[in-house]
């Protein structure tokens, strides 16, 4: 079996189990750095890759599989015990009186009809284990209902404090900062068979358990779908917001998000259609605003304006001035050309620090 997997394969495997579950972005990224391949654009050779690894891991009863978180919608990969087998879901690490109190956690939450995926620390604490009787005895035993067992009687509020730390050290449980508790990413990829054989109702879409999920608001509609098939479902251009099954009207907004990556989808083909007469357009209003930029002032304009027109007076003048010393040969007709010269001069001078 070893021998079919290089060592690569085995960088995966055993990070999964000593790292517990994997984001699919923290896997895509260790197996890009193993094969220098993209996952993203070389699907078939990742997904050739978890093949390889499940052949093997299928003859120790164990699986590389992936799930979705449903309070993130994220993905994540993790190795995972095959055998439906109550006890060996937790393996030996846990008693008998542990697994049945993660067991009634679990029933109650996913027992909520309004599908909040939640229970409080404080319920879980409170719950009672004589429902769990069935994990200590042989559940197709004939005859009355069996008696409680000690163990599960006299399994104190610390012990399950002590259990209940363990399950979320361990991801099968998830304890959020307010008290609230949540299933860990370990069981939703441990007890897939375990949804489906206990009947807890599952998403429309996809067919997965909706532990956490957005139920019809018509009571007499079972219908649940999660937030994010949701959204895959109602993006969809011509789709009803309606519930699939009834009719009835189902509230749901867009995420923000969402909008703007669809407006920032929309912009780059609005621009693209851009006619020649715009790109005109667009250039003459750049010349206009150059304009008012040098010259914002009106009354500026205007003075440039005189002192052009006084430049045309001055250059008659000498030319008349030119035509006189000409005539005459008088030395001041020079000297008022020279002193006519150096108002030019100065004058030109002031009109470039306007």
Same mark, same amino acid.
């Given at each position: #079996?070893?021998?079919?997997? *290089? ?7 055993? +990070?999964? !189990?000593?790292?517990?579950? &994997? =984001? ?111 994990? #200590?005895?042989?559940?197709? *035993? ?7 067992? +000690?163990? !599960?009687?006299?399994?104190? &509020? =610390? ?196």
């Amino acid at each position: #079996m070893s021998s079919a997997l *290089s060592w690569r394969h085995h960088v995966v495997i055993q +990070s999964l !189990l000593c790292r517990g579950p &994997l =984001s699919d972005k923290d896997l895509h990224a260790m197996f890009e750095d193993l094969t220098k391949k993209n996952p993203g654009t070389e699907r078939q050779l990742f997904d050739g890759f978890i093949l390889k690894i499940n052949k093997a891991l299928s003859f120790a009863n164990f699986e590389l599989r992936a799930c979705i978180d449903q309070y993130d919608g994220q993905v994540y990969y993790g190795v995972v015990n095959t055998v439906s087998d109550e006890h060996s879901k937790l393996g030996t690490k846990y008693s008998v009186p542990q697994i049945a109190f993660y067991k009634a956690i679990i029933e109650a939450i996913v027992q909520d009809a309004f599908a909040n995926g939640v229970i409080s620390s404080i319920h879980a604490l409170n719950l009672s284990l004589d429902g769990q009787v069935t994990i #200590m005895t042989d559940p197709q *035993s004939q005859g009355d209902q069996p008696d409680v067992p +000690s163990a !599960l009687k006299n399994f104190s &509020l =610390s012990q399950k404090e002590k259990t209940l730390h363990e399950l979320v050290q361990d991801q099968w449980l998830n304890l959020t900062t307010d008290g609230v508790i949540k299933l860990g990413l370990k069981s939703f990829l441990d007890l897939r068979s375990w949804f489906r054989n206990n009947d807890v109702p599952s998403c429309h879409v996809c067919n997965e358990a909706g532990i956490k999920a957005e139920v019809c608001q018509n009571e007499n509609c079972t219908v649940r779908i999660h937030q994010y098939c949701l959204k895959q479902l109602f993006l969809q251009r011509k789709v009803a917001k309606v519930c699939p099954s009834c009719g009835t009207s189902w509230p749901y907004t867009v995420p923000k998000e969402e909008a703007l990556q669809r407006e920032e989808d929309i912009e780059p083909r609005q621009s693209q259609r851009m006619t020649r007469s715009d790109r005109k357009r667009q250039s003459a209003n750049r010349v206009v605003v150059d304009d008012k930029v040098g010259c914002s002032n009106q009354d500026e304009l205007n003075e440039n304006r005189e002192i052009q027109n006084d430049n045309v007076l001055i250059r008659k003048r000498r030319r008349g001035h030119q035509t006189d010393e000409a005539e005459t040969g008088e030395p001041g007709a020079s000297q008022s050309s020279a002193a006519i010269l150096g108002l030019r001069r100065v004058t030109r001078n002031s009109a470039r620090l306007i």
